[in-house]
């Protein structure tokens, strides 16, 4: 062999430079192959994963799943849109993914159920396991306890996982009775938003009276008479960077009961591009049916079957239009507490 090699440099010199040539070809291919098997295409069972790193064992691959993701490369979407919805929810998601939210004609958008998924009984945490098996598009929080003192946590939670593990423009929170019209927000973020970076698109209210007391209480509120001005949590649209701010400085924040006051005092100080947007039917009860509307908050599965009917059917959302409450146009030149003066012939 080495004789070989000898005879080949004596007989022509230039050899060398093709036997250099042919080892550079093979330790590029050798590279090209070691890094394409070392990326994780993300399948179906895995598009999950957890914020605690000292898992389980059964947790343990998905985990570990992540972190290789999250090494290699990161999914890539233009909207992410994460419902927060509780364990035992399942025909609220089914729903969901059967109507609005099958994201199939929309291939820039992504959806992630995001659960607690501690102290679950073992029947709900099984069919869980099924539901992701089937959908993929779940994301599993095992730090705690799927309740409603634990949502600010959970959407935090969430954001922090979606700045590890999502390269995306945009983040669009709803709940599992929410009804959106992903035609219309995908086309307005990419024709009118696409170049803001700090925008929080919703419906806004800045007159908000701090509750003390009943299952909305804010205890640990003292910062102002009424809430800071925020976006309310029936579904809102922040930008991705607004997710890495707010990342960055998670370990700061204070949590308050309600997820959408906390994101609004959160990014109060923030340079924002804040939209109020009366489409946005988002309030602790509807509005109404309108067929401007082009996010329902309170909707009941029937509801969410009939509006997605109806689209496909007749092009609107709503038989027959209600009107349960007037709405606003925020004055933002004026103090919060007159912001929001509701009238006739607003949406
Ligand atoms: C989603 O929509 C596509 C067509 O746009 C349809 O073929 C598919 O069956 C739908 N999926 C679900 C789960 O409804
Ligand atoms: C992570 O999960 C384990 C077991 O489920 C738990 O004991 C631990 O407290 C969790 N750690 C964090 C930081 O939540
Ligand atoms: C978040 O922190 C990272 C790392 O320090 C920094 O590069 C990035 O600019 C920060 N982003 C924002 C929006 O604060």
Redesign the pocket.
């Known amino acids: 062999m080495f004789r070989r090699v000898r005879v080949i440099f004596g007989i022509r010199s230039n050899s060398i430079f093709v036997l250099l040539y042919l080892f550079g070809v093979a330790l590029i291919f050798y590279i090209g192959l070691y890094s394409a098997s070392t990326v994780v295409v993300e399948n179906s069972s895995c598009g999950c994963t957890c914020v605690?790193t000292?898992?389980?064992s059964e947790d343990n691959k998905n985990c570990l799943q992540s972190k290789i993701n999250s090494k290699v490369r990161r999914t890539e979407t233009f909207l992410l849109i994460i419902v927060l919805t509780g364990p035992r929810n399942i025909e609220r998601r089914n729903a969901m993914r059967l109507t609005w939210l099958n994201v199939t004609k929309f291939p820039s958008v992504s959806r992630r159920f995001v659960i607690g998924t501690s102290e679950l009984d073992s029947n709900t945490k099984e069919s869980l396991e099924q539901e992701q098996k089937l959908h993929g598009d779940m994301l599993f929080l095992?730090?705690f306890k799927d309740a409603y003192n634990q949502l600010t946590k959970k959407l935090l939670s969430a954001l922090l996982w979606i700045n590890e593990h999502i390269d995306c423009s945009f983040v669009m929170k709803v709940d599992d009775d929410t009804f959106a019209r992903l035609d219309i927000i995908e086309q307005e973020l990419k024709i009118k938003y696409h170049l803001i970076d700090n925008l929080y698109w919703g419906f806004h209210r800045g007159s908000s009276r701090v509750k003390y007391s009943g299952p909305w209480a804010e205890p640990k509120w003292i910062l102002c008479d009424r809430y800071l001005p925020y976006a309310l949590g029936g579904g809102y649209i922040v930008s991705r960077k607004l997710v890495e701010y707010i990342s960055n400085i998670s370990s700061l924040l204070v949590l308050y009961n309600s997820e959408d006051v906390s994101l609004g005092t959160w990014l109060s100080p923030i340079q924002l591009t804040r939209i109020h947007d009366p489409r946005f039917d988002t309030e602790w009860r509807s509005r109404g049916c309108r067929n401007a509307h082009i996010v329902s908050h309170k909707q009941s599965i029937e509801d969410m079957y009939n509006k997605f009917r109806m689209l496909q059917n007749h092009g609107k959302l709503c038989m027959k239009e209600e009107f349960l409450a007037q709405s606003f146009i925020y004055s933002w030149n004026v103090p919060p507490s007159q912001c929001c003066e509701r009238k006739y012939g607003i949406p």
């Open positions: 605690n000292t898992s389980t095992p730090e």
